[in-house]
């Protein structure tokens, strides 16, 4: 083996130039010989198979269509001029059409003789035509033709326009392939190719560019999909285990008179099983004299705030200090009150820090936090403030953490010798194909059932076209004495537009529902934070009956007298930030709704999404079918994980090989941590070349 070989500049390959190994650089970010072996196919189209133009269909994205070249014009000026060429077979006529080197085409085609002409099919009027087409004379195809299935490579309009189309692709990767067959070593164990009946990782490689047969494709594609997840994996679990044995934390032993006394005398209802389970997770985290570090996902209104509460006696009990951040003043206020109420029969100093507390406040709270007469602290980015200095922080919670960066959260370390056990919590459901993916086993509580008695929120679609419908169903709630929100968009490439809507929307709400017998606050984020404030404090307040806002409100804001929920241009909005906003209302004794309000004309996604969002209240279910939707990218943790430096597996659509994938990966730690069993020595190397690289796909040499 020469492991030099893969690391060549790809400037070296025979048929790659300084021009074109600069494109490959620049466009496909390949370097490297090895980098060009893993730019997979995203698809293969069938060669063999050639449609006649009177079967084209708009529909097609690609096709292969046989005839010949009976004439060749020059049509239109400036931008527009372009070369048409009239396509004829045997059943109709079609256009091939170039917009750029007309006069190299023109000395070059042959008019009448029999061309293969492959490209994307577009319909204009109705005429079908193909714009910059692959040509090849029908001869030459026919001798050309290795495998029927050929792999259409990634690429761009860069690339395709300086002539490195993907028969150039195809080309280079056979040069490679001359190169370097031999460099392909085995990185499986025997036993786990034995197993599972895995192709052979040179074969799998041959088989991905030049597949022999659709079986042998299958077979490669299914080989190298597991090789990616399960190094994948293998990364993940050893992360996870290093973490646990290297960051050390003080371990709270003690089980005491605060946690005791509350659990036995003062809880305010029976806890759900979900509850139960999630304290009993966080206690033994807590135990441990490593640092917990523990995510706790739970649908909004599923009760994580006596979590958090229970969880800081355990630390007050230790005679540690807690305290819970919260990404908006709102929240921390709500918050400081729900828990002041928990645990006023305990006496426990509690307190509050917001960006507005007063100085003389906030002294006090500098000083009974250095000195430990301040058992908790809630509050909002002001605890991250350099003068907050605890005298013995334990555990930090962190609500609603998609506003504070990793940064920030470190800065609560800083302040102790060890860092205090880390707490975090999110409305925001990871979806469980991904968590297990994602996170390998890094901490993650569920608490994945509401408290008992709690009324489905009921969610419709209606058109703009019954919006009267909709006011007159708003007045009845109003009579009722209820709330209503009513949310439009914001989305930054359009915000202008969204402005106008949003005070269109306010001044016709207004004109409806008009002084002084209904009060309307209206909250957006071009508004001064004291403002916002204002409008939200007042709706909060229960002054006004109607709160018109973008989805600021989104976070964690709690008036359980609201309980409608109307969403306009619901069709704009993500399902996670639907269900979010839904999330809103239901926080009280009444029936709730939400109401999504859209055109007519709305996209399949859409529909699936204003379907989901009728269909069902749990955001767990919801968060899959966003996954499916809109693919990992979007998803917290995400970024760090990998998943989405995969090329050739995909974590949902090939979940099933994930699990096979992670099942293997588990059994070679557990059975040989360190992969020193000679049997695990092809893994061993080469996880040490994906830990090298930083790239799954960067280690086959
Ligand atoms: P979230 O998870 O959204 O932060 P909260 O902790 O604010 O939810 O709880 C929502 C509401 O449900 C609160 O009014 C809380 O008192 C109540 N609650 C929480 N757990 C239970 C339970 N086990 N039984 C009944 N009510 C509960
Ligand atoms: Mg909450």
Known sequence: MNPGKLQTPIDYLKGVGPNRAALLRSELNIQTYQDLL??????????????????????????????????????????????????????????????????????????????????????????????????????????NLRSAMQPVYPSTEKLSNKGVTNRVLNLLMQNLFLEVKNELTESLSPTILENLKLMPKNEAFFNIHFPKSQPDLARAQYRLKFEELFFMQLQLIIKNQLHKSKIKGYPFSEIGAYFNTFYTEHLPFELTDAQKRVVREIRHDLGQPAQMNRLLQGDVGSGKTI???????????????????????????????????????????????????????RRVIHEQLENGELNILIGTHALLEDKVKFKNLGLAIIDEQHRFGVAQRSKLWHKNELPPHVLIMTATPIPRTLAMSVYGDLDVSVIDELPPGRKQIKTVHRFDANRLKVFRFIRDEIKKGRQVYVVYPLIQE??????????????????????????????????????????????????????????????????????????????????????????????????????????????????????????TNDGFEIAEVDLKLRGPGDIMGTQQSGVLNLKIADVVADNDILKIARSYAWEIIKNDPSLKNPENKAVRRTYAQVMKYKNIWNYIS
């Open 307 to 361: 979590v958090a509460l229970m969880a800081m006696l355990m630390a007050l009990d230790n005679d540690f200090q807690a305290c819970l951040m919260a990404p908006t003043e709102i929240l921390s206020v709500q918050h400081f009150q729900s828990l002041s109420a928990l645990c006023k029969p305990l006496k426990i100093s509690i307190s509050l820090l917001t960006g507005s507390s007063k100085t003389s406040k």
């Open 494 to 615: 359009s915000e202008a537009l969204d402005y106008k809507d949003l005070m269109d929307g306010f001044e016709s709400i207004s004109r409806e529902f008009p002084m002084p017998e209904y009060q309307i606050s209206i909250v957006h984020g071009q508004m001064k934070p004291a403002d916002k404030e204002y409008e939200m404090n007042r709706f909060v307040k229960g002054e006004t009956q109607i709160m018109v806002a973008t989805t600021v409100i989104e976070v964690g804001v709690n008036v359980p007298n609201a309980s409608v929920m109307i969403i306009e241009s619901a069709e704009r909005f993500g399902l996670s930030q639907l269900h979010q906003l839904r999330g809103r209302v239901g926080r009280g004794a009444d029936q709730s709704y939400c109401i999504l309000m859209t055109g007519h004309k709305l996209s399949e996604t859409s529909k699936t999404r204003l379907q989901t969002m009728t269909r």
């Open 38 to 143: 893993n730019l997979f196919p995203n698809r293969y189209i069938d060669k063999t198979q050639y449609y006649k133009v009177s079967q084209l269909q708009p529909t097609h994205a690609d096709a292969q269509v046989v005839g010949r070249i009976i004439n060749l014009k020059t049509l239109g000026e400036g931008r527009s001029k372009r070369m048409v060429g009239t396509f004829k077979d045997d059943t109709g006529m079609m256009e091939l059409v170039w917009f750029r080197g007309h006069k190299w085409l023109r000395d070059r085609l042959k008019i009448n003789a029999i061309y293969v002409a492959y490209g994307k099919v577009q319909k204009f009027d109705s005429t079908y035509s193909i714009a910059h087409p692959e040509l090849e004379l029908l001869e030459e195809h026919e001798k």
